[in-house]
């Protein structure tokens, strides 16, 4: 599976954007992955943003971003994307979609779980 993360940009505190995030390969719909978006700004770690389960009826935010993020898929499209609204300057990192393979939970939160992996795309907030 190949994962590429698009969308990002340069926005002003308050604005919006959407990310996207292109899986390739039949094995993405055959085995159903659990999707997620994790982020990470310079000089710190990587950390998770938002979740989606296969059929996205679940769905989990960090704390920091909720109310103002919607993760959603289509998968007939193999397509999942990260909707974020109110950008805050705080918000600036790099940003990388994920993909896991089922197991006994429907969504994840910690990167560990996840074995795939796109790029990232910059995400700039300007104050």
């Known amino acids: 599976v190949q994962l590429q993360a698009s969308g990002g940009g340069l926005v002003q505190a308050g604005g919006s954007l959407r990310l996207s995030c292109v899986a390739s390969g039949r094995i993405f719909l055959s085995s159903r992955y659990i999707m997620g978006w994790f982020r990470q700004a310079p000089g710190k770690e990587r950390e998770f943003v938002a979740t989606?389960?296969?059929?996205?009826?679940?769905?989990a935010y960090a704390d920091s971003v909720k109310g103002r993020f919607t993760i959603s898929r289509v998968n007939a499209e193999n397509m999942v994307y990260l909707q974020m609204n109110s950008l805050k300057p705080e918000d600036t990192a790099v940003y990388y979609c994920?993909?896991?393979?089922?197991?006994?939970?429907?969504?994840?939160?910690?990167?560990?779980?996840?074995?795939?992996w796109g790029r990232g795309t910059l995400v700039t907030v300007s104050s």
């Open positions: 994920a993909a896991g393979p089922p197991g006994q939970y429907n969504i994840y939160r910690v990167y560990d779980k996840y074995d795939y």
């Open positions: 989606i389960s296969w059929s996205g009826d679940t769905t």
